[in-house]
């Protein structure tokens, strides 16, 4: 049972990047959990540890894990993640069986835990010491991913047009009114995690990326989207939808920011999955708790704009993460709504797994509480390879062609980390 790690004294800061090298050398599983390379606030946490039972994780509280102001929320406990398959299935639908060479889920119980605080630029070790003379800038002993051209991809473009299509028809059956359809791309070469996530990093900067590299597999993301996050009682989830790109001058992003914010599309879409979250909370928080915080928010990154909402509710109290997970998990952000419904229509027409994509990943605490952010903008690393998931929100509103464009918006930067192109057409 994973255990709460004592804190040592504060001490000055190092660049996460280069103590992550240093942890990555002497430990087999590892994990960076990135609040971004400028990050003025938040918190980073690097560490290591032993593979853990994904039971163990889904029978911890979930509630709790209050800290004081200027403390680590994170001082032990797990890290990991958890794939869209097994999740659907859990939920009641048919699910596709899962990739041969990646866990479907993967959890790291912390033996060794650094806290970067951003805010005050210090950094605290809980447990074990990193020396510092192991302790090199990452950058000069690390390069860049070869170009290998472009990536093998589940669905050429027309064919995803066509599924676009079914999905419209599906809607207009009455079926669901939203479906997140995706797709894979991949790769067949020796991908370096450590380098490629430096790259993915650099390009496409987020408040909840990160690495996680064990027995031989490896989550990168640069995920925008915190999915779960409870404190004390408190649970928060933040869905996203609707994705413009960045302009290439300020008037140009300024425009794409108002388009987004201003389409009826995007915001009905928005919308319809807060409506489905609240319903998901509502499941395991205490009644007529459930508000929406915040409603079509427009938060910038450098790839992109999104659209973003809050909604918030009270866990009963004795809630375990397993019991959190299947009230509101896979995310509606990345099935669509009603949420069995879709996940039933997607899996006919999508026809393979998901796999790690679309699922989540963080830490969950050893004396409760939990941030966890959904797997996209992701890179999932296995031995010979590496895969990409992306996709969007159907409504009937829908434009194949401008859907289409959104999938090759989000998979551009994870792809170009490990050195491939989008295949052509997207």
């Not at 914010?261 to 009644?287: F, G, Q, W």
């Not at 990154?301 to 999104?306: E, L, N, R």
């Amino acid at each position: 049972m994973a255990v709460l790690l004592d804190p040592a004294p504060w001490h000055p800061w190092r660049d996460p990047a280069d103590v992550f090298l240093a942890v990555s050398t002497s430990h087999a599983h590892v994990f960076w959990l990135d609040a971004g390379p400028d990050a003025a606030l938040g918190w980073s946490w690097i560490g290591w540890g032993s593979p853990a039972d994904p039971g163990t994780v889904r029978a911890a509280a979930a509630t709790g894990g209050s800290t004081p102001v200027g403390e680590s929320r994170f001082r032990g406990g797990w890290v990991g993640w958890t794939g869209y398959d097994e999740a659907a299935r859990r939920a009641g639908a048919p699910a596709a069986a899962p990739d041969d060479d990646v866990p479907p889920s993967l959890w790291i119980e912390v033996e060794g835990l650094i806290a970067f605080d951003h805010g005050s630029r210090r950094m605290q070790y809980l447990g074990e010491a990193v020396a510092g003379s192991d302790i090199a800038p990452a950058a000069q002993r690390l390069a860049a991913a070869p170009p290998v051209g472009p990536a093998h991809a589940r669905h050429a473009p027309a064919q995803y047009a066509s599924l676009i299509e079914e999905c419209r028809a599906s809607i207009r059956e009455g079926d669901a009114y939203q479906l997140c359809l995706t797709t894979r791309f991949w790769v067949e070469h020796e991908i370096d995690p450590l380098a490629a996530f430096l790259s993915l990093r650099g390009a496409t900067p987020a408040h909840h990326a990160g690495i996680i590299m064990s027995g031989g597999v490896a989550l990168l993301s640069a995920s925008p989207e915190r999915f779960l996050e409870v404190s004390g009682a408190a649970v928060r989830t933040h869905p996203i939808k609707g994705t413009r790109p960045r302009g290439t001058d300020p008037a140009a992003d300024s425009a794409l920011a108002v388009a987004l914010h201003d389409s009826p599309k995007e915001r009905a879409e928005n919308v319809m999955i807060v409506d489905l979250m609240r319903n998901d909370l509502a499941r395991a928080c205490l009644p007529a708790t459930v508000t929406v915080e915040r409603l079509l928010d427009v938060e910038s990154y450098p790839a992109v704009h999104q659209l973003v909402s809050t909604v918030a509710g009270t866990l009963r109290d004795g809630t375990t993460v397993g019991e959190l997970l299947d009230a509101a998990f896979p995310a509606g952000s990345m099935t669509g709504a009603p949420k069995l419904s879709a996940m039933t229509i997607l899996h006919r027409l999508e026809a393979a797994p998901r796999g790690v994509f679309a699922g989540c990943f963080g830490w969950v605490g050893a004396a409760g509480g939990l941030d966890l952010a959904m797997v996209i903008r992701s890179i999932v690393v296995h031995p010979g390879g590496a895969y990409v998931g992306a996709g969007g929100g159907i409504t009937w509103g829908s434009v194949a062609a401008d859907e289409v464009a959104e999938v090759g918006v989000k998979a551009r930067a994870p792809l170009a980390a490990i050195g491939a192109d989008l295949p052509a057409g997207w």
